[in-house]
């Protein structure tokens, strides 16, 4: 094993996509050092390689970063390449100290210090941030036969432009926001475009009774939090009717489906012929694709738009403990409350705060970028690094003995 040397920095933050760049930032202003890792050559590398189409489902007013809103150009739902840009921009205001291409191989707790191992070497750190989101694992789905498959296979972080697939038969695999707006811009350009759907899909209005959510959720906060709870929970539900007679059909009753979509795109498409929904694929076998329905047809490209894993899981060489507790969902203006480990995170200490960003039992281990609902993923980044600033400081003030 290599000897760790003592880091010059207090804190490490691994990851340079927004997480890690708030939570830099947070250590900035508590005038703790710190030093930001990322394996990638570019900051925000995710968004740096998102599909064009992407925008974001969060408006414009609550998903930006600390003292920087999105020009008015932007519109009131970003694309991902504005908030990449807009990513940027903060670093170029705010100087950060990022270390690029530093791929961190393992973390574990050394003599009261974290050891870090990074580029073939080690170092000791008073404290860690893992700020590696939930997007750094693709995940691929347990279909039989699907390495054999003869055609291309991709991940959806691996779809960049409609002009990928002109001309081809496709079939894109996963009804989440993802596979809709991945199948709605290959329709474009494909020979023909499927969307498997296992389990039924929702289409909810992105304007409902004319406002954006957020913009609900502006005049909620005004009300008592119940009250807020459940006018937001009414309005945000608006469905878009009309869409089982193209067999977009909803989830049966009991079964919880993928994440619904927010948007008419994907119903436009079916009704123009541009995308057609199909039943989950269960077997491959070289260019055919065998459907649940019994029926088989030949594809030249599948897209996996099946999720990701966080990857925190790959360098964290300790014992995690996770929630076992039902998952409830939270009401929108309560975000702080959120299932405590989901999306496959560890289970946080919340004595100290009801957001606690510690992980529990492992004093100078934190985690930031955990919570997606609520307010939406990039607010909570700033008010998670904010609160992991704080209770490190806090922490690292209590080992001097101050």
């Given at each position: 094993m290599v000897a760790a040397q003592r880091a010059a920095e207090d804190v490490l933050i691994i990851g340079a996509g927004p997480a890690g760049i708030v939570s830099a930032y947070?250590?900035?202003?508590?005038?703790l050092s710190y030093r930001v890792v990322d394996r990638a050559g570019v900051i925000g590398s995710t968004w740096d390689s998102l599909y064009p189409s992407l925008r974001?489902?969060?408006?414009?007013?609550?998903s930006h970063l600390p003292g920087l809103r999105f020009p008015l150009r932007a519109g009131l739902f970003p694309s991902g390449r504005q908030y990449h840009e807009h990513l940027l921009a903060?670093?170029?205001?705010?100087?950060?100290?990022?270390q690029l291409h530093t791929?961190?191989?393992?973390?574990?707790?050394e003599g009261g210090l974290w050891r870090v191992e990074m580029n073939g070497r080690a170092w000791l750190y008073r404290a860690v941030i893992a700020a590696t989101g939930i997007f750094g694992g693709p995940v691929r789905p347990d279909i039989r036969g699907l390495a054999s498959f003869s055609g291309t296979l991709l991940h959806a972080h691996d779809f960049k432009h409609p002009e990928q697939v002109r001309g081809q038969r496709v079939l894109v695999v996963g009804s989440g926001p993802s596979g809709v707006d991945i199948a709605v811009a290959a329709g474009q350009t494909a020979a023909r475009v499927e969307i498997a759907i296992r389990s039924g899909i929702t289409l909810y209005r992105r304007y409902p009774y004319g406002l954006p959510q957020h913009a609900w959720l502006l005049l909620g906060l005004l009300l008592p939090r119940p009250w807020c709870n459940r006018l937001i929970r009414r309005l945000t539900k608006v469905e878009?009717?009309?869409?089982?007679?193209?067999?977009?059909k909803k989830p049966p009753p009991g079964v919880e489906a993928v994440t619904a979509y927010q948007g008419p795109e994907l119903l436009q498409a079916v009704?123009?012929?541009?995308?057609?929904?199909?039943?989950?694929?269960?077997?491959?076998?070289?260019?055919c694709v065998t459907f649940a329905d019994a029926s088989t047809r030949e594809f030249d490209t599948v897209i996996l738009a099946t999720g990701y894993r966080p990857v925190l899981h790959d360098y964290l060489a300790i014992p995690m403990e996770y929630d076992s507790s039902p998952w409830r969902a939270p009401g929108a203006c309560d975000w702080e409350i959120g299932p405590n480990g989901q999306r496959g995170f560890p289970l946080l200490d919340r004595q100290q705060h009801p957001n606690g960003r510690q992980v529990q039992g492992c004093p100078g281990l934190y985690v930031v970028g955990v919570y997606y609902k609520g307010k939406g993923a990039l607010y909570n980044m700033n008010v998670e690094a904010r609160?992991?600033?704080d209770q490190i400081a806090a922490y690292l003030r209590a080992a001097a003995g101050q």
């Open positions: 947070y250590m900035q202003q508590a005038g974001l489902n969060t408006s414009r007013f609550y903060f670093v170029r205001r705010h100087p950060l100290h990022i791929t961190v191989q393992r973390v574990a707790p878009i009717g009309g869409g089982e007679r193209y067999g977009l009704r123009a012929g541009r995308v057609q929904p199909a039943p989950a694929p269960v077997q491959v076998d070289g260019p609160i992991a600033a």
